[in-house]
């Protein structure tokens, strides 16, 4: 039995291999399971890893990661560059060896991006009986639903003001909503309804979409509002260090966005060279414009002076970040 799990939706793809290895015997599970890279993996080590007599079980277990991602042209194998001729010759190969398949082989073939159709691993699945299944990341009302579904599979509900927030902060990082459901749910004692509050106090990414905020308040020089969103994570038990660090990181981007700009970089590149995405490159970008390079650099510094008063005692936290909203919002 074979199966072709593709498509970006990563942690389904990977839930949907664990339920397999959960049908595995407990005792030598591990020992009848292979784990392969198939960038550049040849068919040869593919054939001993299915042909291996199962170890006291009736069933081994072989996972291929990327076996045709890698093979798509433009991307690199592991050992070389793949030519068409060499693809062909794996495709033809394959499915001459697919029906020799063990009986007591189940065989795994993961591919990180979404095969088209006429590709020709999901023609060899057709051909042969492969179990072919597609696991594309969800978007819009569908991405709103699968956080309602999990959010249920929890035992707690959320509501809709808390699941926008979540979709828009997170966006359709699956593994990451699933981390921050797994955690308002244990916030909640397994039970009742994520709140919008309590994804804005738990939930970290909302928390820096607060702080962006506030620094997009402090560039456009509106101090009161800069200093609202200030006391509202304060108030929120956020540790004034952990404000600091974010702070800092902020106005980090924003002196990289200035200088990128300034070398003639293309907008479309800055998030390549910030490691961000693209449109926290372009938001930077529209803050730091707000701000001399001088006066950017001047702040990174005053930053650093908080921070060592901090540490060292000196100065109180939420008093120090109060005076830097005001001295750079009033100007």
């Keep these: 039995m074979w199966y072709v799990f593709h498509g970006e939706d990563e942690l389904s793809r990977s839930e949907a291999i664990l339920q397999l290895k959960h049908k595995m015997d407990p005792v030598v599970g591990e020992l009848n399971t292979t784990t392969l890279d198939g960038r550049g993996l040849a068919l040869g080590e593919l054939r001993a890893a299915c042909d291996a007599v199962p170890f006291m079980s009736r069933v081994r277990l072989v996972i291929v990661s990327d076996l045709a991602s890698s093979r798509i042209p433009g991307k690199p194998a592991r050992r070389k560059r793949a ?28 591919e990180a991006q979404t095969l088209p159709e006429t590709h020709r691993l999901l023609g060899l699945g057709r051909e042969h009986g492969g179990h072919v299944r597609a696991f594309a990341v969800p978007v819009g009302a569908g991405l709103e639903q699968w956080v309602r579904r999990r959010a249920e599979a929890k035992g707690v509900a959320i509501a809709p003001s808390a699941l926008t927030l979540l979709a828009t902060y997170i966006g359709s990082n699956l593994r990451l909503l699933d981390q921050e459901l797994e955690k308002l749910a244990a916030y909640l004692g397994g039970s009742g309804t994520i709140s919008r509050d309590d994804v804005e106090r738990l939930v970290s990414s909302v928390q820096e979409a607060n702080i962006f905020h506030m620094v997009d308040a402090l560039g456009s020089r509106d101090g009161r509002r800069a200093l609202q969103l200030l006391r509202r994570l304060l108030d929120e038990d956020a540790a004034p260090l952990y404000l600091l660090t974010m702070i800092t990181r902020q106005f980090r981007l924003l002196l990289q966005a200035r200088e990128l700009d300034a070398q003639g970089v293309p907008a479309a590149d800055m998030a390549r060279h910030m490691q961000v995405p693209p449109f926290v490159a372009k938001k930077c970008l529209q803050q730091a414009l707000s701000f ?27 008093l120090a970040l109060d005076l830097f909203v005001v001295r750079w919002a009033g100007r």
Excluded: C
């Design 83 to 110: 030519e068409p001729a060499a693809n062909d010759d794996l495709w033809r190969d394959l499915g001459a060896y697919l029906p020799q398949l063990p009986e007591s082989t189940r065989l795994v073939l993961s």
């Design 292 to 318: 001399r390079p001088a006066e950017l650099r001047t702040i990174m510094a005053q930053l650093l002076d908080i921070d060592v008063g901090i540490k060292t005692g000196r100065a109180a936290g939420p």
